[in-house]
C-alpha cells in the first residue's frame, strides 16, 4: 500500500499560479504512473494530468494544456502540479492517483485504473 499526502492547495485570485504537491510513503513512486484528477462540486471526478513511469511521458486534457505542468522528483518521491494562469473553472478538489499495474493498459485518464488516491486538496480560484 502507498500513503498519499497532497498539499500546496489554497485560494488564489484568476492568472496567478499555485504549485500542488503529492508526497509519497511506502511505495517508490517513479516505478509508476501517477496522475491528477479535480472533482468540482456536483460533477464528476475529470482527469487532469499524467505522468509514466519513466517520467518523459505526460498527458494532459485540453483545458490544461499549456497552463499545467506535471513532474517528478524521485529523490523525494513526490509528484508535482504546476498550476499556471488559474481559471475561476479550475477551481476543484484536486486528487493525486497511482497505477501499481500501468503494464495493463488501463486507461490514463479513467478513475478505475487507478489503485490508489490521496485524501485531496482544495484549489479555489476566485475571478
Known amino acids: 500500500q502507498v500513503q498519499l499526502v497532497e498539499s500546496g492547495g489554497g485560494l488564489v485570485q484568476a492568472g496567478g499560479s499555485l504549485r500542488l504537491s503529492c508526497a509519497a510513503s511506502?511505495?517508490?513512486?517513479?516505478?509508476?504512473?501517477v496522475a491528477w484528477f479535480r472533482q468540482a462540486p456536483g460533477k464528476e471526478r475529470e482527469f487532469v494530468a499524467d505522468i509514466a513511469r519513466s517520467g518523459d511521458n505526460t498527458t494532459y486534457t485540453d483545458s490544461v494544456k499549456g497552463r499545467f505542468t506535471i513532474s517528478r522528483d524521485g529523490a523525494k518521491n513526490t509528484v508535482y502540479l504546476q498550476m499556471n494562469s488559474l481559471k475561476p473553472e479550475d477551481t476543484a478538489v484536486y486528487y493525486c492517483?497511482?497505477?501499481?499495474?500501468?503494464?495493463?493498459?488501463?486507461?490514463?485518464?479513467?478513475?478505475?485504473?487507478?489503485?490508489?488516491w490521496g485524501q485531496g486538496i482544495q484549489v479555489t480560484v476566485s475571478s
Open positions: 492517483a497511482v497505477d501499481f499495474a500501468p503494464d495493463m493498459g488501463g486507461s490514463v485518464t479513467s478513475v478505475p485504473t487507478y489503485d490508489s
Open positions: 511506502g511505495r517508490t513512486l517513479s516505478r509508476y504512473t
